[in-house]
């Protein structure tokens, strides 16, 4: 990879992660996806990562027995 293809992908990872709230779920799907490929260890760790810092992210709470 040249040194401009690293820059860029860099600062657009970083626009990315800065947004990453604001998008639309299967827009943030589709990147994650896309990030991650068939690496689980990766998928793991970037999503351990977007959901300790972006709370939008994170699994809805599991429902609760009703009384």
Request: charged letters at 25%; glycine letters at 4%; zero cysteines.
């Amino acid at each position: 990879m040249n040194e401009s293809f690293k820059q860029f992908a860099y600062v657009l990872g970083e626009a990315a992660l800065r947004l990453w709230p604001d998008l639309p779920r299967d827009d943030q799907e589709r990147l994650f996806e896309e990030a991650v490929g068939e690496n689980g260890d990766l998928r793991y760790q970037l999503a351990l990562f977007l959901h300790s810092h972006h709370p939008r992210t994170a699994h809805p709470p599991k429902p609760t027995a009703l009384t």
